[in-house]
């Protein structure tokens, strides 16, 4: 097991090895250094000389990746390819333009990102459970039939509507919650609680009917078949065999998702003025803020090989007869 | 979802605030944009002026109520005169400071936090945890922050411009950079020739030549003090890495001081225990006294305890917190002009029913700005001093309807340009003198844009009847070059393109990126662009410069991004420059913009105006487009601002309850469908 | 008058052959036509069809461009039948059939007095003299509206007759229906529209009916040529990983992870600011802004299509190391057939079923994912009209007082119906094709 997930983590290096190229060329190759200088000390007064003195102080007046007057190693390690981008491997991300730092950044903005997320991933998963079970239930009546219908029409409506919606009614015209804002602690709830709902709720459509599907499968087993047979009733069998063995595909695709939890939410943090990762990627794309949509770029894959990994792991953890080789 | 609401909230629910600090003597205000610098060498845009402004504290600033801007004493004894040197060869400021006055409490001034231990600085949250301590500010440290204007690793917009006048400022910067020394730089072991300290409370700028100008900029936080205990504090290793810098926690000894700093939440501005306290003014302009602006003269500020800015960057969340009463002021955003603003028939705005049924009132002004449309000089359709160039863009700059633009997109928030002078500052005209004659007529007591069927003659005589060039027969096409700011720049757009269809050119608009657009600007590769200018000081020639020749943009790095020249206008700008605010300066200055009205290198855009809207709850509002210090003349009054909270925000609770009684009801047909199907057991798979 | 030919015209023409081609080729073919056969004999599948063809002849209209002689304004044929609503702009917002603007102005009362007031429109409601008729005007144009449309359908019933005779097994009676619904909409709305805005008009006056009409193309140009881009790609690595194994195997999965594990969104963002670099730096490829703007929406597409075809990659990689092992490829190794005719002969008609599985089930999810790309401000070009830049400016809107509804309302009917439209039929699709592939969405946000 444990050289297993060695291995795994080995397999990790060249891919993240490759995401790192991608975006180097993509950051380097096409936006130079000179148009990031330009954009970022804006238009009163520029000369070239400060130009110059903002490409300097950020080691960006380098070549891109060999640079012949330095004697050695030194080649190679004083070029903006090692200094920005194979110094993310140490989870060195430098500083953004506004020169913070990104890896403080991102430390406290994660709480915010979770406090929205986890609810959302959880309450979600909840509801999408139970509004699937139902519908599995009542499969091949009205009742399943309006509610894919319903689901269809839910998937249907972009995420944008329901946050502009949401916000419209319970904030402005009902006075419920604060209408953006955030503050840590206990006093997030308040904050989080339309943004969670809206997020449950835009998710609801496609969640349901996506387990629907894994539950109606699960149903047509032959154990399933048997435990009717034996005259339990039909929630017993549901609740007791199908939901089980249902869980473990349900459980085993949500298991990647979580380390993304950490990305936080785009659309929800930035509609209601959350200060978590989500909105500092979108700041960071709108103000064309290079080194840190690399950061983030970076963190984004790290945590979703970590979540290819755990799902394996999952795997072996609910179905003990895999074994991992 | 009803309990944990109930549980979480009072008799609001829609509070964003602590619970605490209700009632408390609190100002609550929004910032939009992160502010990107805070240390004086490097900030330089408004949205930093809103907290640099009010806890440094350079040697002058503006009055608060007085029109127009009248330059005061603010740590100095007076207003410092020049003194000449050399027959006009160098001037001489020298700048007398008031003693006694001290810094807020800071760990700088405390020698043992010089040398913290790497652990504790990794456990530092927040600076002010450490023992605090303070000092008397001398001249030295004005001095200290000249110097810091040319250091390496800092770049300051104003460098250039200082460097062209400061003694020995430029050879400074390269004996610093000479230095290449890693860390803190004790900039006081090394002299800077133009900038000495005379004594405790006095020091002397040495300037090359005449630049009358100077005295504004110190008034501006680029000329405030640092304590070089501050620098070194803030250079131990490590505080960097907490973001701890100078650029991010400014020291001063203005009335606030900053003790919370989140850029992405909230910032917080604190009552500045060691403040001197100032006086509130006791004049102003006539009308302040009616508009209850003197009621507080001679009172001893600053009146709040306490400033909480939160992030905003939604204008309808802003918007609406504003309503709701959380945020005690807010500028109109166009999207709510017509809620918040009737314009009366004399187009004065007041506000509107609804607001003043909330007791909210209006300021109004006209900011030191000018937006402007211009045409480059060296293009060779629009650009040059050819009659028929000319002619070209006299009839575009009268069929651009700027009024329209203005009532569409701003919502009247402007007034439409006439020159490069708006309104207040010294040369600019009132009434019919102040009429643009090549693109408006003086009628009925107004002025009126010129009829369409003049600029489509102008338009003719300048070889393009119809838009269609009179030789060749090809349709004329011009090019509107202007950065994107993203989707909502589609109307705006569609707007330019209708204008140029009135004369039938046909209008390309080439949108790109702010990088791609300045590298255009600074080529010279523009041929109609669009920008905009707020003044740094209060003086004609902070406007007048946009047009100076010498200082093209093309040939340079200057600000005049048409690439005008004039070989008569730059003469009177030579001469204009160098004045006091005399008849003649204002002679020259009509001449200037007589030539510049002429030559039409600009379709003169507008000069917006601030609309600033407040609570009833707070007093001493005065739009003040220079000072930026103006918080400390604020007043709340925190026990109405809570009753009026709570009756504008009563929850509205019921739909929710009929929604949860509703789902509770569809769960009936559920049940009864389920126990239907409970009993059938063994039932085969659908 | 001189046709122009913009990129994503000639892409989308060309899909509506190949559609076309595809159609003939599965007419000889019993084996080919019978999944679309169990797919049209769904009555939702059909409803959807009608409505997407709708959509898809509103888009393709839209997508035949032309010059008119001494112009260099390019023009499609949708906007020269839309002239009415095109030319016809106002000053400002006005409300859906409204006749005075929404914004108070200063009038002058013809006995010379200025007032402030809500002006009457230059184009909506302007025939009436009295605004007292505006009621009944708009109820007698719409009842004309509704009875040309009860001619049409009835045309179009009598006519379609002798095909339902021939396909009996298709649910005429729903596809008539969903007819009957469109032209009851669409009659008074054609009746009405020369003389009203009937969906108000945007901030600067444009009628947002043409607005929303000519967003479709954009969301079919996105929805379909996205997948045209990643087809091949997706083909291609998928198959040929499954197939050869190996090295080549271990490539393309390498391939697809290190795509797929950079955040969709990030990658794209990444991706569209470097080519708005490029397309700026060469302004001289783009004479006109109309060729700017398709270029950058053919370019989105492309981005889109190279970040998402892994998922398609891996389905067919799957797929075809299943078919693989059978024993009658087996056997053509074993005589010495080679790849190539292998791979032509066995393999890709028998994944054919997962590709076009994939494309309709993409379509929706792609027209959502335009909306937010527009938001975060990495979508198609600004002088695109789209829906994601209608509810980027609808957006703020919301905000006025009072609240500026019809441009968010429009955007939300117009894009909800499609997207619905073209769920029902992906999964129609799917269910006739094989219901146990199940495709993921195109993009999380």
């Not at chain 1, 991933?121 to 699937?132: K, Y």
């Not at chain 1, 919606?165 to 319970?170: E, R």
């Not at chain 2, 610093?176 to 300290?197: F, M, Q, T, Y």
């Not at chain 3, 112009?71 to 906007?79: C, G, I, M, T």
């Amino acid at each position: 097991m444990l050289a297993y997930v060695v291995r795994r983590v080995l397999y990790a290096i060249p891919i993240l090895v490759g995401v790192n190229l991608i975006t180097f060329a993509l950051f380097f190759v096409v936006n130079t250094p000179d148009d990031m200088a330009r954009m970022h000390l804006g238009a009163k007064r520029v000369t070239p000389e400060a130009i110059e003195k903002w490409k300097q102080e950020r080691g960006y007046e380098k070549p891109l990746v060999y640079n012949a007057i330095e004697p050695g190693v030194r080649k190679f390690t004083e070029t903006i390819f090692f200094e920005k981008s194979l110094k993310l491997f140490a989870f060195d991300f430098g500083r953004a333009e506004d020169q913070r730092d990104i890896a403080h950044e991102i430390r406290t903005r994660m709480g915010p990102s979770l406090a929205l997320a986890i609810p959302v991933f959880l309450v979600g998963l909840a509801v999408n459970i139970t509004f699937a079970l139902l519908m599995a239930f009542f499969r091949a009546t009205y009742l399943d039939f309006w509610g894919v219908v319903l689901c269809v029409a839910m998937m249907s409506i972009s995420t944008l509507f329901y946050i502009i919606g949401g916000q419209y009614l319970a904030s402005k015209i009902l006075h419920l919650v604060p209408i953006s804002g955030y503050a840590g602690g206990v006093d997030a709830a308040k904050f989080v609680i339309l943004p969670v709902l809206i997020g449950v709720v835009s998710g609801i459509g496609s969640g349901s009917r996506w387990y629907r599907t894994i539950f109606l499968e699960e149903m047509g087993r032959d154990y399933v078949r048997t435990a009717r047979a034996k005259g339990l009733a039909e929630s017993v069998v549901l609740f007791r065999h199908v939901l089980k063995n249902a869980m473990i595909p349900i459980l085993t695709g949500s298991v990647v998702v979580i380390p993304l939890l950490f990305m936080g939410s785009l659309l929800a943090e930035s509609f209601f003025g959350i200060p978590g990762l989500g909105s500092y990627t979108i700041d960071a794309i709108q103000a064309q803020d290079f080194a840190v949509v690399r950061s983030m770029v970076f963190v984004g894959s790290v945590l979703y090989i970590v979540g290819l990994l755990l799902t394996d792991l999952s795997y072996t953890l609910v179905d003990p007869r895999i074994r991992l080789e | 979802m009803l309990m944990v609401l109930v549980a979480g909230c009072g008799e609001v629910w829609n509070d964003p605030y602590p619970r605490s600090e209700r009632g408390a003597n609190i100002l609550y205000a929004a910032f939009v944009q992160r502010p990107k610098h805070l240390d004086p060498v490097q900030s330089y845009t408004v949205d930093e002026a809103l907290f640099t402004r009010q806890i440094l504290e350079p040697p002058l600033h503006y009055h608060y109520l007085k029109r127009p801007y009248v330059l005061i004493p603010l740590t100095a004894l007076e207003v410092p005169k020049p003194r000449e040197i050399e027959s006009g060869t160098f001037t001489v400021y020298e700048i007398r400071i008031r003693p006694g006055i001290r810094y807020q409490p800071h760990p700088a001034f405390v020698e043992a936090n010089h040398e913290l231990d790497a652990q504790r600085i990794a456990r530092l949250g927040n600076p002010y945890e450490l023992p605090l301590g303070t000092r008397e500010l001398v001249a030295a440290d004005y001095v200290y922050q000249i110097k810091r204007l040319a250091h390496p690793r800092l770049h300051s917009p104003i460098f250039g411009l200082m460097a062209e006048y400061i003694v020995g400022l430029p050879q400074y910067a390269e004996n610093l950079k000479k230095l290449n020394a890693p860390g803190w730089i004790d900039l006081r072991g090394h002299a800077l020739e133009g900038v000495e300290e005379v004594d405790r409370y006095t020091y002397r700028v040495t300037l090359k030549g005449r630049y009358p100008q100077f005295v504004y900029w110190l008034a501006m936080p680029f000329f405030a003090p640092i304590p070089w205990e501050a620098e070194k504090f803030f250079h131990q290793p490590g505080m960097e890495l907490r973001n701890f810098t100078l650029d991010w926690w400014p020291v001063g000894t203005g009335p606030y001081m900053l003790t919370a700093n989140d850029p992405n939440a909230r910032m917080v501005l604190e009552r500045n225990p060691n403040y001197r306290g100032m006086a509130y003014p006791s004049e102003g302009e006539p009308g302040d006294g009616e508009a209850g602006l003197l009621s507080d003269a001679g009172k001893i500020m600053p009146f709040i305890d306490r400033v909480v800015f939160s992030r905003e960057k939604e204008s309808v969340p802003y918007w609406n917190k504003f309503m709701q009463g959380y945020y005690d002021s807010a500028g109109i955003s166009a999207e709510n002009f017509d809620q918040a603003v009737r314009v009366a028939v004399d187009g004065a705005a007041e506000p509107s029913r609804e607001m003043l049924e909330r007791g909210i009132e209006l300021t109004t002004a006209v900011a030191a700005t000018v937006y402007y449309f211009g045409f480059n000089m060296k293009d060779p359709v629009v650009g040059g001093h050819s009659e028929r160039a000319r002619k070209l863009r006299q009839a575009i700059s009268i069929a651009v309807d700027m009024e329209e633009y203005l009532s569409i997109f701003l919502n009247g928030r402007g007034v439409v340009a006439h020159s490069p002078l708006p309104p207040g500052i010294f040369g600019a005209r009132e009434g019919r003198d102040a009429m643009n004659p090549v693109t408006h007529v003086w009628r009925e007591g107004r002025e009126s844009r010129r009829p369409l069927a003049e600029a489509k003659k102008l338009l003719a005589e300048a070889g393009y009847p119809d838009g269609r060039d009179a030789k060749t027969g090809a349709p004329l096409v011009l090019y509107f070059d202007t950065a994107s700011r993203g989707p909502g720049d589609k109307a705006r757009l569609d707007w330019w393109r209708k204008q140029f269809e009135k004369l039938s050119i046909q209008l390309e608009v080439r949108e790109t990126d702010w990088n791609r657009f300045q590298e255009k600007i600074r080529k010279g590769t523009q041929q109609v662009y669009g920008l905009g200018w707020h003044a740094d000081y209060p003086d004609p020639e902070n406007f007048l410069f946009l047009l100076h020749g010498p200082q093209a943009r093309a040939d340079g790095a200057g600000s005049n991004s048409s690439n005008y020249t004039s070989p008569e206008f730059d003469a009177l700008f030579e001469r204009m420059k160098n004045m006091p605010n005399s008849a003649e300066r204002q002679q020259l200055i009509d001449r200037m913009v007589d030539i510049a009205r002429r030559d039409a290198p600009w379709i003169f855009g507008f000069h917006s105006k601030d609309y600033t809207l407040r609570h009833r709850w707070l007093a001493n509002v005065k739009p003040n487009d220079m000072a930026g210090n103006t918080m400390q003349y604020l007043r709340v009054d925190p026990a109405l601002r809570a009753e009026l909270r709570r009756t504008w925000n009563r929850p509205v609770a019921w739909p929710v309850v009929v929604l949860l009684v509703a789902l509770i009801a569809s769960a009936v047909p559920a049940f009864v469908a389920y126990r239907r199907r409970e009993r059938m057991a063994a039932r085969p798979a659908a | 008058m001189t046709p122009v030919v913009l990129a994503t015209d000639a892409l989308l023409w060309l899909l509506v052959a190949a559609v076309v081609v595809y159609a003939l080729y599965c007419r000889r073919r019993p084996h080919l036509a019978a999944p679309w056969k169990r797919v049209f004999q769904s009555k939702a599948a059909l409803v959807s069809a009608v409505v997407l063809g709708c959509y898809l002849v509103i888009g393709l209209a839209d997508s035949l461009h032309y010059r008119s002689a001494g112009s260099v304004e390019v023009q499609s044929l949708l906007d020269r039948m839309l002239s009415v609503l095109r030319q016809k702009g106002e000053k400002t917002y006005s409300a859906p059939l409204g006749t005075r603007l929404y914004a108070k102005e200063q009038i002058e009362t013809p006995d010379g007095k200025h007032v402030r007031d809500y002006p009457r429109l230059r184009h909506g409601g302007t025939h009436l003299e009295d605004e007292r008729q505006r009621a009944t005007d708009i109820l007698v144009r719409g009842a004309a509206g509704l009875a040309a449309a009860a001619v049409l359908w009835a045309l179009l019933y009598f006519a379609s007759r002798s095909l339902a005779r021939r396909y009996p097994y298709v649910p005429w009676r729903a596809a008539w229906m969903t007819a009957a619904v469109i032209l009851a909409l669409a009659g008074p709305i054609a009746s009405l529209a020369p003389h009203y805005h009937v969906l108000g008009t945007n901030q600067v006056g444009q009628d947002v009916l043409y607005l929303a009409l000519k967003s479709i193309r954009t969301s079919l140009a996105i929805g379909t040529l996205t997948t045209l881009v990643l087809l091949p790609l997706g083909i291609a690595l998928g198959v040929m990983a499954g197939y050869f194994k190996g090295w080549i195997d271990d490539a393309i999965q390498y391939l697809y992870t290190t795509l797929n594990s950079i955040p969709g969104v990030l990658l794209i963002a990444a991706a569209v600011l470097m080519m708005q670099v490029v397309i700026d730096r060469h302004p001289e490829w783009f004479p006109t802004a109309a060729q700017r703007a398709d270029f950058r929406l053919l370019v989105l597409c492309a981005i889109l299509g190279l970040t998402s075809w892994t998922g398609l990659a891996r389905l067919l990689r799957g797929e075809t190391l299943k078919l693989s092992q059978l024993e009658y490829i087996q056997a053509a190794h074993a005589f010495g057939v080679s790849d190539a005719r292998v791979l032509g002969r066995h393999i890709l008609p028998n994944v054919a079923h997962i590709v076009i599985i994939a494309m309709v089930m993409d379509f929706s999810g792609l027209v959502l994912a335009e909306a937010v790309l527009s938001y975060v401000g990495v979508g198609v070009d600004p002088a695109t009209t789209s829906f994601g830049t209608m509810i980027n400016s609808a957006r703020l809107e919301m905000g006025r007082e009072p609240i500026v509804w019809w441009s968010l309302a429009a955007a939300f009917a117009f894009m909800f119906v499609l997207v619905l439209a073209a769920n029902l039929l992906a999964d129609a699709v799917r269910d006739g094709f094989d219901p146990r592939v199940s495709v993921g969405g195109a993009l999380a946000v």
